[in-house]
């Protein structure tokens, strides 16, 4: 069975461009998460999306935006890159209400 | 959320019990103790999660003191593949609603071959 997918794996962009990472996850797994990793910090929460709905939202910037399709993928965009939105996005996603996450390798967007 | 406290790091020689310690002083009666790892430039990997009763799984047991205050996971015979950052969250298990991982700094094990 595959893992949680992310799409591209590493990507460049220029200040003031917009971005979209994408995510697959597990077969069947219907909650999906997006944590940003920032150089020597640990993960911080930005989005989780449980049916296709919000249910949750870090402290980011509106730039910040996610969207969870009918087959339980999602998509995280930013807007108006900035240079410290440098980082490994990462992306979960669980099964069961109690079980832990699994997470992608993730994407590592650099901004220049 | 509550806090956690780790050590920043720790050693553990390669075949040995690793015994990784997890300060919640202020964890409320609902909330879940869980464990992660990030193994360098990889995503975090679920390894055990708790409430109240030790917990044991393939990869690790985890126990919990019964004022649920601290916790300690335990990787019973180290290997140089378990060299990582390992993560002590504590949180809600609130199924589909609003969940977070709130990840701290964590405590990076070091095995020595």
């Known amino acids: 069975d595959a893992g949680v997918t992310q799409s591209p794996t590493h990507l460049i962009k220029t200040r003031g461009q917009h971005v979209t990472l994408r995510c697959s996850p597990i077969?069947?797994?219907?909650?999906v998460s997006w944590y940003q990793q920032v150089l020597g910090q640990g993960p911080q929460f930005i989005f989780q999306?449980?049916?296709?709905?919000?249910?949750g939202r870090g402290n980011f910037p509106d730039r910040f935006s996610a969207r969870q399709f009918p087959n339980y993928s999602s998509e995280l965009n930013v807007n108006a890159l900035l240079l410290g939105d440098s980082a490994l996005y990462l992306c979960?996603?669980?099964?069961?209400?109690?079980?832990?996450?699994?997470f992608g390798s993730g994407t590592r967007l650099t901004v220049v | 959320d509550a806090k956690t406290t780790q050590p920043p790091s720790m050693d553990c020689a390669e075949g040995r019990a690793a015994n990784l310690p997890c300060n919640h002083s202020?964890?409320?009666?609902?909330?879940?103790v869980y464990w992660y790892r990030q193994i360098h430039s990889q995503g975090p990997q679920y390894i055990i999660h708790?409430?109240?009763n030790n917990e044991t799984n393939e990869m690790a047991s985890l126990i919990i003191t019964e004022d649920r205050k601290s916790s300690t996971l335990i990787l019973p015979h180290a290997t140089l593949r378990d060299t990582a950052v390992y993560y002590c969250?504590?949180?809600?298990?609130?199924?589909?609603?609003?969940?977070?991982?709130?990840f701290g700094k964590g405590t990076l094990l070091t095995v020595n071959p």
């Open positions: 979960a996603s669980r099964w069961t209400p109690t079980g832990g996450y699994t």
């Open positions: 077969s069947g797994h219907k909650s």
């Open positions: 999306y449980y049916e296709k709905e919000e249910r």
């Open positions: 202020t964890i409320s009666g609902n909330e879940y």
């Open positions: 708790g409430l109240k």
């Open positions: 969250i504590v949180g809600l298990n609130s199924g589909g609603s609003n969940y977070k991982l709130t």
